[in-house]
């Protein structure tokens, strides 16, 4: 009997299970993660927070497992950046990419640099990425700069620098830094010279499918962790979350509902937009690449609307969404923008602000949370819609993430799409992309496509209703239209 153990650091929650070598769960657990947001713009992470909720979730998924570990793999939340001191002690907290503080410096990244680090990084020009948050602290943290000694670009690396005291990420996680050449798979030097700082600043390179051979095992006893498993440093969420729901080549999308949201294809080459950067374009591993883009504004709003609109309890809520019937029609009367944090893609702008169109003395609490369920459907299908001027297109969608319990919200989604949706029958995806690595490396399986056709399944399927189709389309028109005549008012307080 195989025991993995997978772990994944999420935006709102860390999570561990261990996993069978058929890819079936035997033990779960999760934490949540606090993310604060105590000043204008700001979304950070306590690092050190980030490490014992890893070590927790750690320890409690493997405490009853029965014989040894034989596999350690790890996922992570992308983009994130801290900054070490000498001491190897963050001297600032994890700067998430909900944190939009660094906007000022977006514009001169794009007017002296846009597409050519577009193209090396498959990166565009975005408040999300450690690039533009390392230029926005050299103007305002001057005083500290001097101190930094190492740059980590994803909140898993700093929990891999506490167990293993190595400064080290793998490829695909480096890939969503901006500082990352997508072509070279190696750190980018024209990158490094905008950012100021050195190659030996940033964490080492390595495979984060194979396993690492030079560690001291010594740090599985802080993981409660017995034997001698196979340690990787795994992927991305993203890269782990498309390998999770079977999302290997043409004809496929994959979908994740979590905080943030994201819809993504998977190529043997990489792919940036040619009529503009509504893209992004980051390695998966394996010679793969992912393509796609991804909402700030997703369950980041659900729990927005739950939590401080209707002030409601989680089961409150859900329970209410549950009892909602997922064939009503689409609301056209009422059109909800979600970018309350900004937002990356597909229209970069930082500055953009929520708003709810339509409001009438009828308007109900369910038409305002279906609105904003739509809402977010709408960004990731203009997203779609970029993607297929650059001929991506789809047959069909895999999703999962937490989001992806609400059926509801997959009922729209195929419905905006036009095309079938699939629910994963396990929602952490990132979570089983790592077993699905883990088990090819460890020769169970001889291929990646064997492997994720052997461990995946879904367990729901929405069609799309032809019905609908009209009164979708015109309500995804209203809603760009809407946006359109709102975008320049980022002036206002
Ligand atoms: N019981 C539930 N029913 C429906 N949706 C839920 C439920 N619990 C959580 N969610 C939704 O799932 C979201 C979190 O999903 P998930 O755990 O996949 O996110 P994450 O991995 O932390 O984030 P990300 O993947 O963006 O980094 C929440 O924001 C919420 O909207
Ligand atoms: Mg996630």
Excluded at 437 to 450: C, Q
């Amino acid at each position: 009997m195989v025991n993995i153990l997978s772990a994944d650091i999420g935006t709102t929650n860390v999570k561990a299970g261990v996993f069978d070598e058929h890819g079936r769960l035997k033990y779960f657990t999760s934490e949540r993660l606090r993310i604060l947001f105590d000043q204008p713009g700001s979304a950070v992470q306590d690092p050190d927070e980030i490490f014992h909720r890893f070590v927790n979730v750690c320890k409690k998924a493997v405490e009853f497992v029965e014989g040894d570990v034989d596999a350690l793999i790890l996922s992570s939340q992308m983009h994130g950046l801290t900054l070490l001191n000498r001491e190897g002690k963050p001297i600032v907290p994890l700067i998430t990419y909900l944190d939009t503080r660094c906007s000022s410096v977006v514009g001169d990244i794009e007017h002296d640099y846009g597409r050519d680090l577009y193209e090396n990084t498959g990166c565009p020009p975005l408040f999300i990425y450690p690039l533009s948050k390392i230029l926005w602290l050299k103007k305002t943290f001057l005083h500290r700069v001097k101190e930094v000694k190492y740059v980590l670009v994803s909140a898993k690396d700093y929990v891999i620098y506490r167990l293993l005291g190595k400064v080290i990420t793998d490829y695909s996680t480096a890939s969503g830094s901006q500082l990352f050449n997508v072509k070279r798979l190696d750190w980018d030097s024209r990158s490094l010279d905008i950012a100021g700082i050195q190659y030996d600043m940033l964490p080492r390179l390595v495979d984060g499918f194979k396993p690492l051979d030079d560690v001291d095992k010594g740090f599985l006893k802080i993981l409660g962790i017995s034997g001698e498993p196979i340690v990787m440093l795994g992927g991305s969420d993203a890269a782990l979350h498309s390998l999770g729901v079977g999302v290997l080549g043409d004809g496929s999308l994959a979908l994740n509902l979590g905080t943030s949201a994201a819809i993504r294809v998977t190529r043997c080459k990489p792919i940036v937009d040619r009529y503009g950067m509504r893209f992004f374009c980051y390695y998966l591993g394996y010679k793969k690449w992912i393509i796609g883009g991804a909402t700030n504004n997703a369950g980041s709003v659900l729990d927005w609307l739950k939590e401080r609109l209707f002030r409601e309890r989680d089961e409150e809520f859900y329970d209410f969404l549950e009892k909602i019937d997922i064939d009503t029609k689409p609301c056209p009367s009422l059109i909800f923008i979600p970018f309350l944090s900004g937002e990356r893609f597909p229209v970069r702008d930082s500055y953009a602000r929520g708003l709810v169109y339509g409001l009438s003395f009828n308007t109900s609490r369910e038409d305002i949370i279906r609105s904003a369920l739509e809402g977010i459907g709408f960004t990731l299908y203009w997203i779609y819609a970029a993607m297929n001027e650059n001929n991506i297109i789809a047959k069909s969608i895999f999703a999962a993430g937490g989001g992806s319990r609400i059926k509801l919200w997959l009922r729209i989604l195929s419905n905006i799409f036009n095309l079938p949706l699939y629910r994963a029958s396990f929602i952490d995806a990132s979570l089983l992309g790592g077993v699905i690595v883990a088990l090819k490396e460890m020769g169970y399986f001889s291929s990646l496509e064997d492997a994720v056709k052997n461990i995946v399944n879904y367990g729901l399927v929405f069609h799309p209703k032809v019905d609908y189709k009209y009164a979708y389309e015109k309500s995804f028109r209203l809603f760009k239209g809407i946006y359109d005549s709102i975008k320049n008012t980022k002036n206002l307080p």
